[in-house]
T-cell receptor, first 120, second 111 residues
Framework: ETGVTQTPRHLVMGMTNKKSLKCEQH?????MYWYKQSAKKPLELMFV???????ENNSVPSRFSPECPNSSHLFLHLHTLQPEDSALYLC???????????????????FGEGSRLTVL | EDQVTQSPEALRLQEGESSSLNCSYT??????LFWYRQDPGKGPEFLFT???AGEEKEKERLKATLTKKESFLHITAPKPEDSATYLC????????????FGKGTLLTVNP
């Protein structure tokens, strides 16, 4: 496996279900991200973990719960979602020494192919 | 709050017809401006980082430039394989990790 892999690629769930999205990076990076991409909207940052510590929580509803057990894995736990949460959820990683604009390979996020979520 | 506006929303070109995509931004202290390419059904792929006005970066048929208010992505003699959505993003002094993205420009290059 290379790069950033996300599973599942597609997920359909009811509003009362509980599911999880998984992301794994094989690049040796120390920061991981969850982004949400909805039609006709810009990518929205949800969470950032740097060195396994959450450093950004972008006012995301509590029905989304991230988990970063180590620097290679990132989860997004989903429960009691709403239909408006249907979107493409993208995981990314980077090597962030001083953040995106302060170190080597700055601004270079490596994205996975996303998990397409549909909430019925 | 940082804002990024990309124009046009969609652009259709003939193969070999050069053009430019625009990214206008409003930030409190630009730390970096980034261009990404996104193919359908895939995650964005990093292209360039620009830090200061006057800076230019090139990669194959693409050249990115930066002023104090906007960035341009120039596409010279495009090919059908350049068809994709091009995303612009900025990082400002508010956060080490947050990128604010524009909505993107969907480029279609016809053979």
């Amino acid at each position: 496996e290379t790069g950033v892999t996300q599973t599942p690629r597609h997920l359909v769930m009811g509003m009362t279900n509980k599911k999880s999205l998984k992301c794994e990076q094989h690049l040796g990076h120390n920061a991981m991200y969850w982004y949400k991409q909805s039609a006709k909207k810009p990518l929205e940052l949800m969470f950032v973990y740097s060195l396994e510590e959450r450093v950004e929580n972008n006012s995301v509803p509590s029905r989304f719960s991230p988990e970063c057990p180590n620097s290679s894995h990132l989860f997004l736990h989903l429960h009691t979602l709403q239909p408006e949460d249907s979107a493409l959820y993208l995981c990314a990683s980077s090597q962030a020494g001083m953040g995106l604009a302060g170190g080597p390979n700055t601004g270079e996020l490596f994205f996975g192919e996303g998990s397409r979520l549909t909430v019925l | 709050e940082d804002q990024v506006t990309q124009s046009p929303e969609a652009l259709r070109l003939q193969e070999g017809e050069s053009s430019s995509l625009n990214c206008s931004y409003t930030v409190s202290g630009l730390r970096g401006l980034f261009w990404y390419r996104q193919d359908p059904g895939k995650g964005p792929e990093f292209l360039f980082t620009l830090y200061s006005a006057g800076e230019e970066k090139e990669k194959e048929r693409l050249k990115a430039t930066l002023t104090k208010k906007e960035s341009f992505l120039h596409i010279t003699a495009p090919k059908p394989e350049d068809s994709a959505t091009y995303l612009c993003a900025v990082n400002s002094g508010g956060s080490n990790y947050k990128l604010t993205f524009g909505k993107g420009t969907l480029l279609t290059v016809n053979p």
